[in-house]
């Protein structure tokens, strides 16, 4: 049944109401039952919502107090012609939440439905719970330019933290290699430390005035330095005689460094002014460069670049690599025992009879001792023996430095600063770099020239000498310096 039809033909003269006792002041848990007038009940729900107001404006002070336009409740019955005049809490009441929820009671009749805050229901004494909050707007792409910045403290609050990336472990073989050349870079910087040292305490001279021959065999894959060992004590001050001899030639085509010890007796053509002569004249006439210039016109290869190594820096060499380990003879012991004591322990600031041989056998000879063997000349076949003895102490030393780093940096700080180059202090470096690696990686060879055979001795003015065959031995250096060069 409708219930505006229902109440149609209802007096509004008495109506019936159930008022609780303890609005009357009584004190029963029943109610009583009072026919009171509609004017009475109207009069009574006015003052009831009155004082309700009352209240709820003392609690908010800022809100805005309604007209009486708002009071009197008149929505959803009175299209039938039925209206109570209930009054209702003010709008602002049940409008704070949108303004879709204003409409609760239209013009057709719907359940109740206006979401109000403590509203007290006439017919059933009770009131409605406050209605929860409103959820927040959801952050999609339409709440990006509300102007609120709700959906952005939104996403602050509720991203997700970034995963915490955990480091990644080497693996082992890029740890061992880092290590690896960290050391190695660390070895080259101390190594190349040292090696300029000692360059920059060598006695760097220029090159005196050169007469090349136009015909001597020359080639960018050999470097022909010339070793030139004096009896000079002081380098500087005296340049002394040519004790020894000994040709350089680093061969890059077949990886070979070739010892050649050029005989210092053999009978030369030195020059125009000078004549003939024994080639270690040439440098007791004019230096280095006289010697090398004869060693061109009569042998035939290009000689560009010198070390003058004094007694001093011969012993330093052996010092550095720790001695070298030689067998002698009973009389090449002897003769050892006299140079030492006649002028080597003088030379070396020591005492005549130090550091003398018992007589033959195995030894590991130090400095001064090395350099004694290497100056006997009248033990065997003089001066051809004696050639070969300074080739296998050199020879011994220079593989024993390269087996101890540490002997090449006692070579660089104590050698060096006793002998005198003309090669220039960048090429000194280079050679110093490069020395390690051609000891190890070249192979090492050994000659004399005049070769066995080209040769004959004979005496010339008065003077034991040795005539050679120059065009043969062109060809020995040829075969042997140059090999593989000119295929």
């Known amino acids: 049944m409708d219930l505006r039809n229902r109440y149609q033909d209802r007096s509004d003269d008495q109506e ?14 029943q109610y009583d039952t009072q026919k009171l007038s509609a004017e009475e009940i109207r009069r009574r729900i006015s003052q009831e919502e009155n004082a309700r107001r009352s209240r709820m404006d003392r609690r908010n002070p800022n809100k805005p107090v309604n007209t009486p336009n708002n009071n009197s409740y008149n929505g959803g019955y009175n299209n039938s012609g039925y209206n109570r005049g209930y009054s209702v809490p003010p709008q602002s009441d049940y409008t704070e939440y949108g303004s879709n929820n204003r409409g609760a009671y239209n013009s057709s009749y719907q359940p109740y439905q206006q979401r109000n805050t403590g509203y007290r229901n006439p017919q059933q004494g009770q009131s409605y719970p406050p209605p929860p909050p409103p959820p927040p707007p959801r952050n999609n792409n339409n709440s990006r330019n509300n102007n609120s ?8 609050q509720y991203s997700k ?9 080497k693996p082992l073989w890029q740890t061992v290699l880092r290590a690896i050349l960290v050391l190695i870079i660390a070895v080259f910087l101390i190594y190349s430390a040292i090696a300029l040292i000692g360059i920059f305490r060598t006695n760097i001279v220029a090159s005196a005035e050169r007469n090349h021959t136009d015909d001597a065999l020359n080639s960018s894959s050999v470097d022909n330095i010339l070793v030139i060992g004096t009896d000079s004590r002081d380098i500087e001050t005296d340049s002394g005689r040519s004790d020894s001899i000994i040709l350089l030639s680093i061969n890059s085509k077949n990886n070979t460094i070739y010892m050649t010890s050029f005989l210092r007796d053999v009978y030369v053509y030195i020059n125009d002014t000078y004549g003939n002569g024994k080639l270690n004249s040439a440098y007791a006439y004019g230096g280095p460069e006289l010697l090398m210039d004869t060693i061109e016109s009569n042998y035939g290869i290009r000689i560009d670049d010198y070390v003058l190594v004094s007694f001093a820096a011969c012993a330093a060499v052996i010092d550095s690599v720790g001695g070298v380990e030689i067998t002698l003879s009973d009389d090449e012991a002897n003769a050892l025992n006299e140079i030492l004591i006649s002028e080597v322990n003088e030379l070396m600031g ?8 018992d007589g033959g056998g195995t030894y590991n000879l130090s400095g001064k001792q090395a350099l004694s063997y290497s100056r006997i000349r009248y033990v065997g076949n003089a001066d051809f023996e004696r050639t070969s003895r300074q080739r296998e102490v050199l020879s011994i030393a220079m593989k024993k430095a390269c087996k101890n780093p540490v002997s090449i940096c006692g070579i660089f700080l104590n050698a060096l600063p006793e002998i005198s180059t003309n090669i220039h202090g960048l090429s000194l470096y280079g050679y110093s770099l490069k020395a390690p690696f051609l000891i190890m990686g070249y192979d090492i060879s050994q000659q004399q020239i005049p070769a066995d055979g080209t040769f004959y001795p004979d ?5 034991d000498v040795l005539v050679a ?12 310096v140059y090999n593989g060069v000119f295929d």
Do not use: A, H, M, V
């Open 469 to 480: 065959d120059f065009t043969e031995n062109n060809n020995t250096l040829i075969e042997t």
């Open 459 to 463: 005496n010339i003015n008065g003077e």
């Open 149 to 156: 910045g709700y959906g952005q403290k939104q996403r602050q």
């Open 350 to 357: 020591d005492k005549r009879n130090d550091d003398l041989l």
């Open 161 to 169: 933290p970034k995963p915490r990336q955990r480091s990644k472990q």
């Open 16 to 29: 019936t109401q159930y008022i609780p006792i303890q609005e009357t002041g009584k004190r029963s848990d």
